[in-house]
């Protein structure tokens, strides 16, 4: 079981930068695919970033909306899974959640992803 608790939302306005973190319970976190999805009102849930880790490499994987401003990154010895994201746009409103999956399959698909957390708001103002 894996609890994740996300932190960092807020109102910034367009132009400007948010930090985004994801603190996971267990002793497991090395293992999990990691991930940001968003949804804003009266949308789907969408990917954002993912992180995957082994001892070979790390890679990570963006939306083509954020690529190049937004950066996915974990520390294992933390627990923690962040989206620095630069350069915000208004349409980048919304509630942003925190995914942990163990699933070989897309990234960028919800049900490959186990455990949710509660989200944080994140609002652009134009």
């Known amino acids: 079981q894996v609890q994740l608790v996300e932190s960092g939302g807020g109102l910034v306005q367009a132009g400007g930068s948010l930090r985004l973190s994801c603190a996971a319970s267990?002793?497991?976190?090395?293992?999990?695919?990691m991930a940001w999805f968003r949804q804003a009102p009266g949308k789907e849930r969408e990917f954002v970033a993912a992180?995957?880790?082994?001892?070979?490499?790390?890679?990570?994987y963006y939306a083509d909306s954020v690529k190049g401003r937004f950066t996915i990154s974990r520390d294992n010895a933390k627990n923690t899974v962040y989206l620095q994201m630069n350069s915000l746009k208004p349409e980048a409103t919304a509630v942003y959640y925190c995914?942990?999956?163990?699933?070989?399959?897309?990234?960028?698909?919800?049900?490959?992803?186990?455990?949710w957390g509660q989200g944080t708001q994140v609002t652009v103002s134009s």
């Open positions: 995914a942990a999956g163990r699933n070989s399959g897309p990234y960028y698909s919800r049900v490959e992803y186990d455990y």
């Open positions: 267990g002793r497991t976190f090395s293992t999990y695919r």
């Open positions: 992180v995957s880790w082994s001892w070979l490499a790390t890679s990570t």
